[in-house]
């Protein structure tokens, strides 16, 4: 079975500068899906960028980044000047391209951001 | 923009209840899901269903059931509610490729007394 972990409970930023959030995963299969969700206060679960492990390119959006390492099987969310809106909890998933669509989370890390 | 709609924010029911959580989404979306949050362990699939009158079990489906009569409903059940049966609840959707993102409702907080 896949699991996903996300071994940062909790992470403190600055305003304005870079944090990386850390999520690893285990499969068996070699056709994936990566995703980071964000879930702020408001408790609405928002995507903020998804990998295709077929991909070698590293997935962009905006100020958020990915690194995404298939061999370690590492999936490490960047974001750049972070924003007081980026304060939230932040999901890693991991999704099989065989199963439906359906996620596996990991723990989640509540990232907070110092003005 | 895809909305995924939860009956409740927050309910309180008392534990041998039945309960019932409703989810609805508008965008004709073939598969939806059911997820239990609690703290420390992230989201946990309890169901999930792949069209009308079909349904399969997640990792946590004991203790829950649920209907699927319409493509825009997903019911979740609790059969006879129990205190650890207490969390919040996610009610999320999808188009059917694997890649599509799911988009989640805002949540219920159930509270069993």
């Known amino acids: 079975a896949q699991t996903v972990t996300q071994s940062q409970p909790e992470m403190s930023v600055q305003e304005a500068e870079t944090v990386t959030l850390s999520c690893t995963y285990d499969?068996?299969?070699?056709?994936?899906?990566l995703f980071w969700y964000k879930q702020p206060p408001s408790r609405q679960m928002i995507l903020v960028i998804r990998q295709e492990a077929y991909k070698q390119q590293n997935a962009t959006e905006n100020r958020f980044s990915v690194n995404f390492q298939k061999a370690a099987k590492s999936f490490s969310l960047k974001i750049s000047d972070s924003q007081l809106g980026d304060a939230a909890m932040y999901f890693c998933a991991y999704r099989s391209n065989n199963q439906g669509g359906k996620l596996i989370f990991g723990q989640g890390t509540e990232l907070s951001v110092k003005p | 923009d895809v909305k995924v709609t939860q009956s409740s924010r927050y309910l309180v029911k008392r534990t041998g209840e039945k309960v019932f959580l409703e989810c609805v989404q508008d965008m004709d979306h073939e598969n939806m899901f059911w997820y239990r949050q609690d703290p420390g362990l992230g989201l946990r699939l309890i169901y999930f269903s792949y069209d009308v009158k079909m349904k399969e079990k997640g990792d946590i489906p004991e203790g829950y059931s649920v209907s699927r009569e319409k493509k825009e409903r997903f019911s979740l059940i609790l059969e006879s509610a129990s205190t650890n049966q207490t969390s919040m609840y996610l009610c999320?959707?999808?188009?059917?490729?694997?890649?599509?993102?799911?988009?989640f409702g805002d949540g219920t907080r159930l509270s069993i007394l």
């Open positions: 499969t068996s299969e070699s056709d994936y899906y």
């Open positions: 999320a959707s999808s188009s059917s490729p694997s890649n599509q993102p799911q988009h």
